[in-house]
T-cell receptor, first 113, second 115 residues
Framework: GDSVTQMEGPVTLSEEAFLTINCTYTATGYPSLFWYVQYPGEGLQLLLKATKADDKGSNKGFEATYRKETTSFHLEKGSVQVSDSAVYFCALSPNSNDYKLSFGAGTTVTVRA | SAVISQKPSRDICQRGTSLTIQCQVDSQVTMMFWYRQQPGQSLTLIATANQGSEATYESGFVIDKFPISRPNLTFSTLTVSNMSPEDSSIYLC????????????FGQGTRLTVV
């Protein structure tokens, strides 16, 4: 079945450092890919998504590119802030019309001032 | 965005008892799902709550243990039956609204501890 493998943390960074969280997937067909974020004390929320190969999702300075050739969807941010401290989840759905999500293990990111 | 109210937000229950979790959405949604997040693990889909009919369960989850109701387009319940400590998890409701650029929204979750 479909699955997501995500770099596990925890990850600790200093402010303004570069962040990358690796995510690879296994799926048949044409999955949609997502990054969800869970800030401390808050619910899970969508950070960005891509629905087809070579699409780039971006939001709040974060970016991820859907790479079909490497089955990857790595999350990057060039300069992190303390407010980016959160748990990040990579996820996929079988296609753009199906919202049954398969999640990665989650990566806890802590940004120190 | 969808406003999702999930109740209770947390509970501590005795083993052998059952707990019903409610998910109320502020507007009609096309799809509703229930997920479980066990301690230190990722989210796992339990089932799709189908309006007016039986839920569709994922592998490893059965109706007798996790009965689900969805009487209308804005409300669903998940019951965790005959609980054991292994059922201690966060249970989350997820919804999808109709329209362009749809996304799955999540409730705040119900943190269940079984003692």
């Amino acid at each position: 079945g479909d699955s997501v493998t995500q770099m596990e943390g925890p990850v600790t960074l200093s402010e303004e450092a570069f962040l990358t969280i690796n995510c690879t997937y296994t799926a048949t067909g044409y999955p949609s890919l997502f990054w969800y974020v869970q800030y401390p004390g808050e619910g899970l929320q969508l950070l960005l998504k891509a629905t087809k190969a070579d699409d780039k999702g971006s939001n709040k300075g974060f970016e991820a590119t859907y790479r079909k050739e490497t089955t990857s969807f790595h999350l990057e941010k060039g300069s992190v802030q303390v407010s980016d401290s959160a748990v990040y989840f990579c996820a996929l759905s079988p296609n753009s019309n199906d919202y049954k999500l398969s999640f990665g293990a989650g990566t806890t990111v802590t940004v120190r001032a | 965005s969808a406003v999702i109210s999930q109740k209770p937000s947390r509970d501590i229950c005795q083993r052998g008892t059952s707990l019903t979790i409610q998910c109320q959405v502020d507007s009609q949604v096309t799809m509703m799902f229930w997920y479980r997040q066990q301690p230190g693990q990722s989210l796992t889909l339990i089932a799709t709550a189908n309006q007016g009919s039986e839920a569709t369960y994922e592998s490893g989850f059965v109706i007798d243990k996790f009965p689900i109701s969805r009487p209308n387009l804005t409300f669903s319940t998940l019951t965790v039956s005959n609980m054991s400590p292994e059922d201690s998890s966060i249970y989350l409701c997820s919804v999808v609204r109709p329209g362009v650029n749809t996304e799955a929204f999540f409730g705040q979750g119900t943190r269940l501890t079984v003692v």
